[in-house]
């Protein structure tokens, strides 16, 4: 991580004293970032005689339109400009501004990442707290009272039914929200009968910011840590350590429990605790573990929430209501009245780096949080990207490691099956089918694993050969038997089945490749008896589906599970005592030098899904390289040996993490202003010892969506030379006037070549 000094977080708190205690009699300036993606901030003149934060949410003019931005700065007055100078419409409820951790995070953000501060801003906050505040409800609530009318019936000798005497008993303990009344079993439609009546009616009020500061209730059960776990946690306790921890363990080797016991202490001080995981899919699960362990409020912060529960998520966090704070990716913006330690779970996930637009690396932005608030983060893996495996190796980061499950059984065992000495039935071979038959015999459950949904990723014409593209990107598209659709997985485009072939007219396919439809469809003519359960994107599209799909498999009632990646990681299932790997091979041959890397992970993130209860667990690998030397070098030497074998293979080619990467993107519907845009700023890059260039070169899915897509390539052995050029090329963009329809973005640290 490149790191600001904390002079730059003093001088921001500084700063937001002198607002807090100005008393200017004259017109007092402030800097203001718009929710857009423009990279310099505007300058307001602020209310006469009204306090304005560091983070203060204000209305401003900007155009035609009115807009709610953050004031990040206070200016000088200068009279000469005053008069070309807008006044500010308003200082919204002080409740939904932004802290000044946050605010530091976002401004350093913006710089390392060199992207619009307007634009860090739009993802760091709410939707609604960056809406007028009348269009908002967040900051009242409304309870359900009793009118005279309710009460004098409550009080007579009526009979009433026991759903309306509950009801009636609810209300008179005190009023209650909508959410308390769902929660001791009123329905909807009761409530509407007491309104109706006019025996009760809404009462609004300000909603109180109240913090919870009582004991926390922690149960253990009959948990016995193994030694591995009191090694670590004997480590986590040493109060010296200031470096962020790198937990590396085995599959099922108990990294949630070290987890939980991390955070103890820090929660039993009324301390906060934020733990990042990169699929909505794990946190049903953790949820339920931390409310059992502390039965303490824990707070889901995902893409899965609605406006209006994703800011009142963030108020109350904000406001120390919460003592556990659960998301995914843009978490890290969530603010915390007391933060006492960060969790980033599966850390080498691609998912904490977005792809497109502000493309930060939430794993990365938690790191420098920790550092800037001087708390402990912990980064847990059981194969930590090589990025973090390096900084532990040089010593930036503080490896702890479990080799041992906390039960007596030994860790999978891993077989390859070289498919090129052995046909396939639908991707299966038949010592696969014969293992899945065995498991199914012995009452256990098998999961096979085959990362493309849908039916089957390659359609040929029969009459001429050709493959079924998409002419808006290139590539090909996939076919879906589930919807009778061919679909582009890139831009989204479907078509109906069967599509005319683009080159001679022929509707005639034939399916090559296996996705996960076509194993479920083979799997269920193969054990018909059997219950199968397909998990992939297309399947779990309802909000609950992938709990419920969850629930069912811990359940043991599908007994053959069929799952892409999101399966691949964090999820334990006692019950899966076979795992079956299809096809590894594109990991060997991808153009993205990180590929062997994502393999490894993949495989062994899969293959711990095997043998996570009482028995042990067999992965079955098949591939047409079975005596490729990285694969045999992971399965037999385990990832310690495979990462650093590829660090050394990066080291002697100059590449990260040895060294520092940043790509400049450029896209365009005509292909050539696309190069052209790059080959300019290359040109206007003087030339160094220090920085080699690549490029430009065509994105490895070059056109999506119509629009053509090349990259810049920037590699050095040192950070700042680097930044610095970048800042050169940000001045030299702005100067320039750019190609209509054109996009360009810059990607600091880069982990996608697509």
């Excluded at 001045?731 to 973005?745: D, E, I, N, Q, Y």
Aim: glycine share 6%; with cysteine.
């Amino acid at each position: 991580m490149f790191l600001k000094s904390s002079e730059d977080i003093i001088a921001l708190e500084k700063q937001s004293s002198i607002l807090n205690s100005y008393r200017e009699k004259g017109p007092m300036l402030i800097s203001v970032a718009i929710p857009k993606p423009i990279r310099n901030t505007f300058t307001y003149e602020a209310l006469p005689g009204v306090h304005i934060n560091l983070g203060s949410r204000v209305s401003v003019p900007f155009g035609n339109q009115t807009l709610i931005g953050i004031v990040v700065k206070k200016e000088a007055n200068d009279e000469k400009t005053l008069k070309r100078i807008k006044k500010i419409n308003s200082v919204l409820d002080s409740r939904g501004d932004m802290p000044i951790d946050i605010l530091n995070l976002c401004l350093w953000a913006a710089d390392y990442y060199h992207h619009p501060i307007g634009d860090v801003f739009t993802n760091a906050l709410p939707a609604l707290l960056r809406a007028q505040e009348t269009k908002t409800n967040l900051f009242v609530e409304k309870k359900l009272s009793l009118t005279s009318l309710g009460f004098e019936l409550n009080q007579s000798t009526k009979k009433i039914s026991p759903r309306k005497k509950l009801l009636f008993r609810l209300i008179q303990e005190g009023e209650k929200t909508k959410d308390e009344l769902f929660k001791s079993g009123i329905k909807p439609y009761l409530i509407r009968v007491f309104l109706n009546e006019g025996w009760a009616y809404w009462q609004t009020t300000r909603r109180k910011a109240e913090v919870k500061t009582s004991k926390l209730n922690i149960s253990y059960g009959d948990l016995i840590l193994n030694r591995d776990q009191e090694k670590v946690l004997a480590q986590l306790s040493d109060k010296d350590e200031n470096r962020p921890f790198l937990l590396q363990g085995i599959t099922g080797s108990g990294k949630t429990e070290i987890y939980l016991r991390a955070m103890e202490p820090h929660l039993n001080r009324g301390r906060q605790a934020l733990i990042l995981v990169p699929e909505i899919g794990l946190t049903p699960q953790m949820v339920s573990r931390f409310e059992d362990r502390f039965r303490t409020r824990v707070t889901i912060i995902n893409s899965s929430l609605t406006d209006k529960q994703r800011a009142q998520a963030w108020i109350d966090a904000k406001e120390g209501q919460s003592g556990i704070i659960l998301g995914t990716r843009s978490a890290i913006f969530t603010p915390l009245k007391n933060l006492g330690i960060i969790i980033v779970d599966e850390e080498h996930d691609l998912s904490y780096k977005q792809q497109e637009g502000f493309r930060y690396s939430a794993r990365d932005l938690a790191i420098y949080r920790s550092h800037s608030e001087r708390i402990p983060i912990i980064l847990g893996s059981a194969t930590p990207s090589l990025e973090s495996f390096f900084n532990a190796k040089r010593g930036k980061y503080k490896k702890l490691s479990l080799g041992s499950r906390p039960t007596e059984i030994h860790p999978e065992t891993y077989r390859v099956i070289d498919t090129s000495q052995f046909s396939t039935r639908e991707g299966l071979t038949q010592f696969a089918l014969r293992s899945i038959e065995k498991t199914l015999n012995s009452g256990k459950q098998a999961l096979v694993f085959v990362n493309q949904r849908g039916f089957c990723p390659i359609l040929l014409c029969e009459e001429c050969k050709q493959i079924a593209t998409c002419d808006r990107c290139q590539v090909k598209l996939t076919y879906h038997q589930t919807t009778e659709v061919l679909s582009c997985h890139h831009c989204g485009r479907v078509k109906s089945y069967p599509a005319p072939c683009d080159s001679c007219g022929s509707s005639r396919w034939i399916h090559l490749g296996v996705g996960t439809e076509r194993l479920e469809k083979f799997l269920g003519e193969s054990f018909p008896k059997e219950e199968i359960l397909r998990i992939d994107r297309d399947s779990m599209r309802g909000k609950n589906s992938m709990r419920l799909a969850i629930d069912r498999i811990k359940e043991d009632k599908p007994r053959i599970l069929i799952g892409t990646q999101i399966l691949a990681k964090g999820h334990h299932f006692p019950n899966i005592t076979l795992v079956i790997i299809v096809n590894v091979d594109a990991g060997f041959y991808s153009a993205d030098f990180r590929s062997l890397e994502r393999l490894g992970q993949t495989i062994l993130q899969v293959g711990g899904r095997a043998g996570r209860g009482t028995d042990a667990g067999e992965v079955l690998i098949q591939t047409q390289f079975g005596n490729q030397e990285t694969l045999q070098k992971l399965i037999k030497t385990g990832y310690q040996k495979f990462a650093e074998h590829l660090l050394k293979e990066r080291a002697d080619a100059f590449l990260p993490p040895v060294r520092y990467e940043v790509a400049i993107h450029s896209e365009c519907p005509e292909q050539k202003l696309a190069i052209d845009f790059l080959q300019n700023i290359k040109r206007n890059i003087p030339k160094s010892k220090d920085l080699s260039l690549a490029g430009p070169l065509p994105a490895i899915i070059e056109k999506k969506n119509n629009r053509f897509r090349q990259k810049l390539i920037l590699i050095s052995k040192e950070r700042e030379p680097l930044h610095k050029k970048l800042s050169e090329i940000e001045r030299f963009v702005a100067r320039s006037k750019l190609p209509r329809g054109l996009k360009w973005s810059i990607d600091v640290d880069p982990l996608n070549m697509v």
